[in-house]
Structure formats: structure tokens, C-alpha cells
Nanobody
Framework: VQLQASGGGLVQAGGSLRLSCANS????????MGWFRQAPGKEREFVAR????????YYSDSVKGRFTIPSDNAKNTVYLQMNSLKPEDTAVYYC???????????????WGQGTLVTVSS
């Protein structure tokens, strides 16, 4: 599995960005696909995940209601749609693939390279 994350950038508070994570392996519905983020000086934290062919989703409390994690199986791509962005959302965002339905980053076996999101106030 090789993951390629893209779509980061600079956005003003209240704005939107969409991150993409392309999976070169099997279709994304074959995995648990997660998004994580790491701000400077902080640990990597769970943001959202989608799992199974039914596309069950789960979000951290900090992004619930603002972020969604749609997927496109035909394109083998998972997205992170980020709306109503806040300065505290500033971080490097990583996508990951695993086989266990979990929020724990250590249980995801494959990681993308990270894409920087900066939200200005």
C-alpha cells in the first residue's frame, strides 16, 4: 500500500480545504482509512476514519460537525473535507491505512507523507 496525500495549504479562519489521499493498493473500502494530524510540539492525534464497504465514519470531538471523510472507491481515494477551519487546526495532516477499526495511530500500517495545513487568524 502506498499512500499519497495532497491538498494542504494556507487558508484563513472560517475557510475550507479538501485533502486527498490516493491509495495505490487495493480499493480504499478494503482498509480502514484514517486521517491524523500533528501540530508542532504535539503528539500525532486522530482526526477521522472511514471503514468498510459501508463507509462507517468516526470523528474526533474537535472536528465533529466541521470535517467529513468522503471516499471514492473508483479513484481509490479518501478525502478530508475541512470546513469552518480554526487556527488550532494548523498541523501536518497524514493519511493512513490499516486493517483494525481504531483511532490509535500505532495500529495503522501504512502512512502517507503528510501535507501541511496552516490556518491564519
Amino acid at each position: 500500500v502506498q499512500l499519497q496525500a495532497s491538498g494542504g495549504g494556507l487558508v484563513q479562519a472560517g475557510g475550507s480545504l479538501r485533502l486527498s489521499c490516493a491509495n495505490s493498493g487495493r480499493t480504499v473500502s478494503s482498509y480502514v482509512m484514517g486521517w491524523f494530524r500533528q501540530a508542532p510540539g504535539k503528539e500525532r492525534e486522530f482526526v477521522a476514519r472511514i471503514s468498510g464497504s459501508g463507509g462507517s465514519t468516526y470523528y474526533s470531538d474537535s472536528v465533529k460537525g466541521r470535517f467529513t471523510i468522503p471516499s471514492d472507491n473508483a479513484k481509490n481515494t479518501v478525502y478530508l473535507q475541512m470546513n469552518s477551519l480554526k487556527p488550532e487546526d494548523t498541523a501536518v495532516y497524514y493519511c493512513a491505512a490499516g486493517v483494525v477499526v481504531t483511532n490509535a495511530p500505532g495500529l495503522y500500517g501504512s502512512w502517507g507523507q503528510g501535507t501541511l495545513v496552516t490556518v491564519s487568524s
